[in-house]
């Protein structure tokens, strides 16, 4: 057997929900390739499986790595980020109210403003870095509060245990959406909140290779029920996308750190560069929940690989900048081990009202880096021939 009751986050990442394989020992836990599995008489399973889309080996093996990741009892992964999200908000009923943070992640305003809100679910936008504002945005019928910390693309750090404490005493349910820190630089739900939400597809898998979602919580409950739509809704991942995202998270500590590592050095040099009016990077003194982001995450393994830098000159500096980089490739998304810059007005962001981006700061001189695990030296001298 393994050990996977350690306290140590990279001894979990290795073993926790994962053991040899009782058949052969083969130490990976194997692609379980099958839609059923054979009974042993009408309704009684040989394990705890009967067909896939209820649960497969390979994924329950993924869904108690990732709990233990979040610290959680209880883990459920998906096809999509997207369709994590989907799950929760199908938790809700018409007529509830949800609070969302301003600067969402634009798949995740899509589905509530445009698939959700016409079968009665109602939204306000709120910034939750602001507590008035976010007191003053409950409802009776509100059901739900959703938020991103750091949020896309400008890495505002919203307090967990501040918004968990208003949800709670308004019987609201909290949603973290943890994609961007990943389990490695915060745990949401030891910071109050109810639910944790990935997006699998970036830190987690971290090789671009792969789409995928999960929700972890610690309420039996609510686990109980977003099982139920699980099953029901059916939007699980193949078990061959299982297999990688654990074989993913077994070294999501030490890219973490890298990116981290990388990604503070980038934004230091840059922050010294003429060619950019201002840095945002939550491990900066200068950013202004620099001392939040501090309390909030497990800064000792870094702050995040995501920088958003605002350009001295407009659009035409921007799009030179994004033309001329080598090594950093002109992509959306995010977390993958290689380097990926874009311009979040015209791509990632371009669904964002042009009114809503004036008020989140999502300017055409605005350009969002994920920094990867390549050698720092080579990154930074992509950017500075880039910037030329
Ligand atoms: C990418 C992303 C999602 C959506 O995930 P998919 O796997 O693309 O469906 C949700 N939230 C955040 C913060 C993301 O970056």
Known sequence: MTDSS???FATR???????????????MTPIYQTST??????????????????????????????ASLEGGKHGLVYASGVAATGAVIHLLSAGDHVLLCDDVYGGTNRLFHRVFQQLGIEISLVDMTDEAA?????????RLVWLETPTNPTLKIVDIEAVARASKAHNAILAVDNTFASPVLQNPLALGADI?????????GGHSDCIGGALITNDTELHNKL???????????????CFLMLRSTKTLQIRVQRHSENAMAIAKHLDAHPGVEKVIYPGLPSHPQHELANRQMHTENGYG??????????????????EKTRLFSLAESLGGVESLIEHPAIMTHASVPPEQRKTLGISDSLVRLSVGIEDVEDLIADLDQSLA
């Open 134 to 142: 976010l007191a003053a945005a409950f409802k009776p019928n509100t």
């Open 227 to 241: 099982k139920f739509l699980q099953l029901s809704e059916g939007a699980v991942p193949g078990i061959n996308e």
């Open 6 to 8: 350690s306290d140590k």
């Open 196 to 204: 944790v939400c990935h997006s699998l597809t970036k830190y987690i």
């Open 37 to 66: 599995f054979v009974q042993k008489s009408p309704g009684q399973f040989i394990e705890d499986y009967d067909y896939s889309r209820a649960a497969n080996p390979t994924r329950t093996a993924l869904e108690q790595n990732l």
């Open 305 to 322: 690989g995501m920088i958003t830098i605002y350009l001295t000159g407009g659009l035409d500096a921007a799009k030179r900048m994004l």
């Open 13 to 27: 990442a290795i073993h926790a929900g994962q053991h040899p394989d009782p058949a052969t020992g083969a130490i």
